[in-house]
């Protein structure tokens, strides 16, 4: 078992015509990935990658059976391909994108929630599940199969830590970068229950940033309801008050959203918190052998 995407996840890349697209169609594709089919206005009739290409989802859908999407539309057209994606029922749409508009992200999330889709992103890597699929850009060779969830608000930390657990022999359930912006489909606290009910993932990695509360009402959740190990790691504890770092998402402000804040409250819960990335692969595998013991 996994997190939302596992061997039955048909993807639908939508920009398969673009560089980016058609990149990642293909490792997509390597990692075992039932990718399905593109769409590109225009385009249809077309093949990438040997993945036919329609010109609408709607129509993709009919054909393929697809029941994910990944977008890599332009952010200028972000907000149509997801409702695009919407109104063709797909339960799944993981957003690659950055820089949409902050005004387009929340028409995008309520319209998404009301109609029943699960949105992962924007501006983020996207999830993968090693034993069943992927969606998104993630490398294919930072993983192994195991029982190890990660959940992160950065992409290329996710790499980092991903890969270091896989070099000490352990492996991963499900992954899941939940992107870096102020508005995202899905949080902490939505994606912490999934885990927990998932009987393949016996502990949890989280990584969060400075910028936002969400970190704190995970911890909240954790405290209350989370009954699996967790092990964290808080980027940006040298940020400056009031400085974006790299994240649109990840900025402190008016005394919220602090790297202080987010450590206190993720230890309070009974987390285990390291002070650089490099900590977490060996906080994991102490935690994994202490279990295996007992």
């Known amino acids: 078992m996994s997190v ?35 769409v590109t206005p225009g385009k249809g009739g077309t093949t990438v990658e040997g993945v036919p290409v329609y010109d ?38 993981v957003i690659v994108t950055e820089h949409i508009p902050f005004h387009d992200m929340l028409v995008m999330y309520h319209y ?18 090693p034993a069943g699929a992927k969606v998104g850009i993630i490398p294919n060779v930072v993983f192994r199969p195991g029982r190890v969830g990660v959940i992160s608000r950065s992409g290329t930390l996710t790499y980092e830590i991903v890969n270091g657990i896989k070099e000490h022999g352990l492996g991963q359930s499900t992954c899941i970068g939940l992107g870096g912006d102020p508005v995202v489909g899905t949080s902490f606290v939505d994606a ?35 009954t699996k190990p967790v092990v964290a790691y808080i980027a940006g504890r040298s940020a400056p008050p009031g400085k974006r770092m790299g994240h649109a998402g990840a900025i402190i402000a008016r ?21 650089f990335p490099y900590e ?10 202490a279990r295996a013991r007992a």
């Open 4 to 38: 939302l995407v596992d061997r039955t996840t048909r993807v639908v890349v939508q920009g398969i015509t673009g560089h980016q697209g058609t990149v990642h169609t293909r490792q997509m594709r390597e990692f075992g990935t039932e990718v399905v089919a593109g």
């Open 56 to 93: 609408s989802v709607r129509e993709a859908v009919a054909a393929t059976r697809a029941n994910a999407s990944c977008i890599f539309v332009p952010a200028p057209f972000a907000k149509d391909a997801l409702l695009e994606a919407v109104d063709a029922g797909l339960p799944l749409a």
């Open 112 to 129: 998404a929630r009301a109609r029943g889709t699960r949105i992962i992103g924007p501006n983020c890597p996207g999830i993968a599940a």
């Open 192 to 226: 912490l229950p999934w885990f927990e009910a998932d009987p393949d993932t016996d502990l949890l990695v989280l990584v969060g940033e400075i910028g936002g509360t969400a970190e704190e009402e995970a911890a909240e959740y954790i405290r209350a309801s989370f």
């Open 255 to 275: 005394g919220k959203g602090t790297a202080e804040s987010k450590v206190a409250a993720l230890e309070a819960a009974g987390a285990r918190v390291a002070r």
């Open 280 to 289: 977490v692969p060996g906080m994991v595998a102490e935690i994994a052998t």
